[in-house]
């Protein structure tokens, strides 16, 4: 999609903000995945990144068995009331034999099949009756009232996983679904990469931590740092192993300090704050004083101060000081990144195309992530402002609208939704 280009003036002064998806590739071209694994726990791998292919030594199931609990049958000894008698029971975790003609097998879910037998006939189009046996004596009978078709209610050897089949591959990232799948296959550990070590601060002498100060003695132009709370939330939801350096003062050799400590033993810092050109931001010369930096204005709203670079053997990100701003760049950016650097294979983020129910007459030069929710008509409604300082945008909204530059919306016309909840996994 198209970014409306600068003026001349301001062309000849700075550099032409850069597409978002340009920046992207750019950055995920830097996130060489890590080499470091570990074995863990099955039970303790949700999330994690599978290391190597998981290959079944084993057919899922085993063996043919019933998918119901009801009675095992031969299909050509049937016809519409057949009574046949019950000559054996076959609970899960037993075997049966043979089943003989004219007779059918009591079953339960998940119990192999007996040899003869072609369907299963669900208890509820049975009728049990009593039968007489030469000699007098009774014996348990079925009547029939639904006649099955051969393979009815039977789930079939291996039909879930073949033996050498690969079940999960090197790269996914583990949901609590592929962490029983690979239970049922054996595998009670799992070789995963290695968790990204990331150094977290903040700069800006403005900021406060909650509780260190009440509202109420709180100095002109102080905000408390939001920021640090929820960016150690969403690291640590990526499995990522977190040291939080707090707020490092606005000062140039406070900043280069932080940097070169963080730099020894963490493979990312993150910052926010500091990333723009004023006299009171020290990310970006603290940075070329100890390694490189890339100083990206993106073209996206909000969000548009980014920087990537190095610091030794570090990464380094530094993120807008604004809190929406903050938390979309790292949604959209640092997000990817960290997945890739675990060996994730697909780190795409994927929208839904969804009727919008509001107006957005103000189209902007820059892509835009609108924060909107999802309203039970079917369609999205606007949260009314959309400034990058407010985060009860991003509390109230479930999703983002990304925006093409340029564009206009008016209700009824279809845009790409982007759910939170796909964000924040």
Not at 212 to 217: A, D, G, R, T
Not at 234 to 240: D, F, P, S, V
């Amino acid at each position: 999609m198209s970014i409306a280009s600068p003026s001349s003036h301001a062309a000849s002064s700075r550099p032409a903000l850069k597409p978002l998806d340009t920046a992207l590739a750019e950055l995920l071209a830097q996130a060489a995945p890590l080499s470091g694994v570990e074995t863990v726990s099955t039970f303790d791998a949700d999330h994690r990144v599978l290391a190597q292919d998981l290959v079944s030594s084993l057919d899922v199931p085993a063996h043919d068995n019933s998918a119901m609990d009801g009675y095992a049958v031969r299909c050509t000894d049937l016809a519409a009331g057949t009574l046949l008698q019950v000559t054996q029971r076959i609970p899960a975790g037993s075997t049966g034999h043979a089943l003989k003609p004219q007779s059918a097998a009591r079953i339960f879910t998940g119990a192999p099949i007996p040899p003869g037998a072609d369907a299963v006939v669900m208890q509820e189009d049975c009728e049990i009756v009593e039968t007489l046996e030469a000699g007098g004596a009774s014996a348990a009978g079925v009547r029939i009232k639904a006649l099955p078709a051969p393979g009815q209610w039977i789930r079939r050897r291996g039909e879930d996983v073949a033996s050498g089949a690969v079940v999960l591959r090197q790269g996914q990232r583990l949901t609590p679904a592929e962490l029983g799948l690979a239970a049922s296959i054996g595998f009670d550990k799992l070789v995963v990469t290695s968790p990204v070590r990331v150094a977290l601060f903040s700069t800006g002498d403005e900021l406060v931590m909650p509780g260190e100060v009440p509202p109420s003695q709180m100095k002109p132009g102080a905000i408390y740092n939001s920021n640090r709370f929820f960016l150690r939330a969403l690291l640590q939801r990526l499995g990522c192993v977190v040291t939080d350096l707090g707020i490092v003062p606005d000062q140039r050799q406070a900043t280069i300090a932080a940097l070169q400590g963080a730099s020894q033993h963490h493979d990312l810092i993150l910052t926010s704050g500091g990333v723009s050109v004023g006299e009171e931001d020290h990310i970006k010369p603290a940075v070329q004083a100890l390694g490189e930096l890339n100083l990206w204005q993106i073209a996206m709203k909000p969000g548009k101060p980014f920087a990537y670079g190095q610091v030794g053997s570090a990464h380094f990100i530094g993120l807008p000081g604004n809190p929406v701003s903050s938390l979309v760049t790292f949604l959209l950016l640092v997000r990817p990144f960290l997945l890739k650097l675990q060996g994730v294979d697909q780190v795409a983020i994927n929208s839904i195309a969804i009727r919008a129910d509001f107006t957005w007459a103000r189209a902007d030069k820059r892509r835009e992530f609108l924060r909107v929710r999802r309203n039970a008509a079917g369609g999205l409604d606007l949260f009314s402002n959309q400034s990058s300082g407010v985060l009860t945008s991003a509390v109230w909204g479930d999703g983002l609208v990304d925006n093409p530059a340029g564009q206009t919306i008016a209700p009824g016309d279809t845009v790409q939704f982007i759910p939170f909840s796909a964000l924040l996994s």
